[in-house]
């Protein structure tokens, strides 16, 4: 392959997994004793972050391979996501990809990205074993659904992880100064009518999203959607990917479950009501759920949402997969917007 000037835009999507390949198996033997080239290796997305699953020539347990290229973690934000997984795992309440240290201890591995302007990083985990995105209409599977992200917050509110240095996901950090409102990149993926859409609602929100108690922020997962959860073998919910922890509102979490399953379920009459009603029974099993839930999830809602725009404007003009699928992603988001701006309920919202 000739000299890089530039990853993002010399190399096609093709070319810069090749390359990205490369880079991990050679990681895979210099830091973790595993002979990379040897190793099966199965892609399993590359969006912000390159992931695989990696079996090991003559090996019966597999493992994710997560090499983060653009708007990766800092190195001692990425140490602070492994720790607390490494604190999770030790409690087996519920269960997470537990990660694995390099020959000398190390959670993250720095890897040099030719015409990349800044270090990726490698973290290595545990494969946990399971299906991907439990069907949500399974009997059972929304109670444990529900049971496994209390338990995230149960842990989040009750073990302590000194120095743990992660993005704080709220009002500020989503919204008023997100991608979508602050890049013109991302003004021109929104439209003007996008752009004033969105900072109507991050204005109109802003107040109920800086209500609630302190008891009801701490870690929380940051991007919990339904296909970040395993039917674990025999019965359970696991959770992955916990490359958007960080601290937050519990509600944040909720929300994004539930919109995930919105998404697929409001077209049969009721299925969207019952998955709910049995995700949050299972939620309280473990812990209460946040004071003011009922009213303050429209908000939290909306605020995912948010969310989506600022990854999708940001990772769309330099990944072909999300390019794909973001600009629809996009349009139908700005029309829920519109939508709730002109009095209608929001997509997801329940009953008070």
């Known amino acids: 392959m000739p000299p890089v000037q530039n990853f993002a835009h010399d190399l096609s999507h093709a070319q810069q997994l090749a390359l990205l390949d490369a880079l991990m198996r050679t990681a ?32 019966d347990s597999s493992f994710v391979a997560r090499l983060s290229v653009r708007d990766g973690r800092p190195e001692p934000q990425q140490r602070s996501e492994m720790r607390w997984l490494e604190s999770l ?5 519920v269960a997470v990809p537990e990660p694995v240290t390099t020959t000398t201890g190390n959670y993250v591995v720095p890897i040099d990205v030719p015409g990349h302007d800044e270090a990726a990083t490698l973290a290595l985990l545990h494969w946990l074993p399971g299906t991907a995105e439990p069907p949500y209409n399974q009997p059972g599977t929304a109670h444990e659904m529900g049971i496994a992200t209390a338990h995230l917050h149960q842990h989040a509110a009750t073990v302590a992880l000194p120095d743990f240095d992660r993005p704080a996901w709220n009002e ?30 991050a204005e109109l929100i802003t107040p109920a999203l800086q209500q609630g108690s302190s008891r009801d922020r701490g870690r929380i997962h940051g991007d919990l959607h339904r296909e970040n959860m395993i039917a674990l073998p025999g019965s359970g919910v696991g959770l992955i990917d916990f490359d958007d922890c960080g601290t937050g509102h519990y509600l944040l979490d909720i929300a994004t479950v539930l919109s995930s399953i919105h998404r697929i379920a409001h077209k049969t009459p009721g299925a969207y009501e019952e998955f709910a009603r049995a995700y949050l029974d299972g939620y309280t099993q473990v812990r209460p759920l946040p004071d003011d839930w009922a009213r303050l999830l429209e908000p939290y809602l909306l605020l995912r949402d948010a969310f989506i725009l600022n990854f999708v404007t940001t990772a769309a003009p330099v990944n072909a997969d999300v390019a794909s699928w973001g600009p629809r992603r996009i349009t139908g988001i700005v029309a829920h917007m519109q939508a709730y701006l002109e009095g209608h309920t929001y997509p997801g919202a329940l009953p008070s």
């Open 28 to 59: 895979l033997s210099d830091h973790y004793g595993l002979d990379g080239p040897a190793a099966r290796v199965e892609l399993q997305q590359y969006e912000d972050n390159a992931v695989w699953r990696i079996t090991p020539a003559g090996g």
């Open 89 to 93: 795992a030790a409690t087996r309440t």
């Open 172 to 201: 500020t950090t989503i919204l008023h100064r997100g991608h979508a409102l602050t890049s013109p990149n991302a003004h021109t993926q929104l439209g003007a009518d996008g752009t004033a859409t969105l900072r109507k609602i």
